[in-house]
């Protein structure tokens, strides 16, 4: 087993695995692009029960939430070229990158589709019903009334979802991309200080993630200023001990917490 | 002013309406009375093609549509002469009072901002809101929102706006507010049409009651009329149950 334990090394490895972080965040940022288009055309046949579209999009969805992301990264990059080529289509000098974001995107569309079934569904339709008695058409009552309100719903499962694929993107080492994952793997195997690299890879993820459930919840906060409600409306804790920590690790900032009376 | 000819709707094959023929002049207040299930809400929705009637003719002032044959086009054209009040409000969530009352002038009749929003204020000061313009929905009693559900159809300027029972979803304290703007608003001659529970309002505001039971118009007439003598032996059970007190006591 590799060298003994040296705490410097995982400052070392900071800087150089942060050099990579690029790479993961453009098949973070170009996965979430790709998922959020394609997770919204798709869920577009289910909301308005398009006969067959409907079917293809079920499909769709069980697929890429039915398999494990490895499999598919394989099956994208081996197999895809494959069947292109029988349409005579060369993708064999694309990049990997590119089967890597479109991979990680069509996957990430799945949920997203999901996401936004539910949330504009969760829409009551005596708005949509209200939009129409102004005298909107249905474009305009669905962008304007419905979208706007089903997008904050869906804002907390969409962190989610991104959460899970920024850790996700570590699986496209697998094929060879040069991400932070597979540049810890390299850093350690040249210096056999295997545990410093996944500390410091690690702390990379953590810091990113804490970054990125910051701005979302932010996001959030704003999308739902409209139900804002009086203070009196949030729950009343008895105040105990670890309080603080407790409202830090649940969101609920904005708890009260009851005077212990005697 | 607005003619309804033969409005037969069915839902499966439970037949609501059969065939309602009703005419409601200019400046008009027509009260539509009936127990539940007897197709009134339907009746009022099927005007502003929130249903749609199986067979029959709506007109409202120059405009006429034939139910059958209706497209996009005669449907939009439709509701853009009328308004809707709804029982349980349905504001705009994400909106502020101001900018639900902005959104059908701006978005649908593409009035320039700045005029949109003097005359939602101008409209939204008469029901008694000009001091919540940007308070969101959720900040606001039931008495309050419904009275941003009026101002919302009232700054459209429709030829008529349709009440479907306003004031059910209140608590009792809130009904009078409501209560006392609609009758406001109708003194201004506008014309509505309301579906209502609230007997002593029907007879105060109404110009006309409409007696509605299992899809049909059982009886109409002036409000005295019908509370007082009224002709349909079904009418007069109905009545009954809702008002055990004679209606004038002199």
Do not use: W
């Amino acid at each position: 087993m590799g060298e003994k334990f040296d705490i410097s090394y995982v400052f070392t490895f900071f800087p150089k695995l942060a050099g990579t972080l690029q790479t993961t965040l453009l098949i973070v940022g170009g996965a979430l692009l790709t998922g959020l288009i394609v997770g919204f055309l798709v869920a577009l046949p289910r909301l308005y029960k398009v006969p067959v579209l409907q079917r293809i999009s079920q499909l769709y969805a069980s697929f890429f939430r039915g398999t494990p992301i490895l499999i598919q990264l394989f099956l994208f990059y081996y197999g895809l070229p494959e069947i292109l080529k029988l349409a005579h289509i060369d993708v064999s000098r694309a990049p990997v990158l590119a089967f890597v974001v479109l991979t990680y995107g069509l996957h990430t569309g799945a949920y997203v589709s999901e996401t936004i079934r539910s949330a504009v569904a969760s829409v009551d339709r005596g708005q949509v019903e209200a939009a129409y008695s102004v005298g909107m058409s249905g474009y305009q009552a669905f962008t304007r009334i419905v979208m706007p309100q089903a997008l904050a719903i869906a804002v907390p499962v969409l962190s989610n979802v991104i959460l899970a694929l920024l850790k996700d993107t570590s699986l496209a080492f697998s094929l060879g991309v040069m991400e932070m994952t597979g540049k810890s793997q390299s850093l350690a195997t040249l210096t056999n200080h295997f545990v410093e690299s996944y500390i410091s890879l690690a702390l990379i993820y953590l810091v990113i993630s804490i970054i990125l459930e910051r701005l979302l919840l932010f996001l959030e906060r704003r999308l739902l200023r409209h139900e804002s409600r009086p203070a009196e409306a949030y729950p009343v804790f008895r105040r105990e001990r670890f309080g603080r920590l407790r409202q830090f690790f649940t969101r609920e900032r904005r708890v009260r917490f009851r005077e212990e009376t005697r | 002013m607005i003619k309804l000819t033969g409005i037969t709707k069915s839902f499966g094959r439970n037949q609501v309406l059969q065939g309602i023929d009703l005419q409601v002049e200019k400046g008009e207040v027509v009260v539509i009375l009936g127990p539940s299930g007897s197709g009134k809400t339907t009746l009022l929705r099927c005007i502003n093609y929130l249903e749609r009637p199986n067979a029959g003719r709506i007109a409202i002032g120059d405009f006429e549509v034939d139910c059958e044959r209706a497209g996009k086009k005669d449907i939009h054209a439709l509701r853009g002469k009328s308004a809707m009040v709804f029982q349980h409000y349905n504001l705009f969530k994400h909106k502020t009072v101001l900018e639900n009352v902005m959104e059908g002038l701006v978005i649908v009749q593409r009035m320039p901002k700045e005029t949109a929003r003097r005359r939602s204020v101008e409209v939204l000061e008469k029901v008694g809101l000009g001091e919540k313009l940007d308070a969101y929905p959720s900040q606001l009693s039931g008495g309050q929102q419904q009275r941003v559900g009026i101002a919302r159809a009232l700054a459209l300027g429709p030829e008529v706006i349709l009440f479907d029972e306003p004031t059910s979803a209140l608590d009792p304290e809130l009904v009078g507010e409501v209560l006392a703007v609609i009758r406001r608003i109708a003194k201004e001659g506008i014309t509505m049409i309301v579906v209502t529970h609230e007997m002593g309002f029907a007879r105060d505001v109404a110009n006309h009651v409409v007696f509605m039971d299992g899809g049909a118009i059982v009886e109409e007439g002036a409000p005295k009329d019908i509370f007082n003598k009224p002709q349909e032996e079904r009418t007069k059970q109905f009545l009954k149950r809702i008002m055990p007190e004679p209606a004038y006591s002199i």
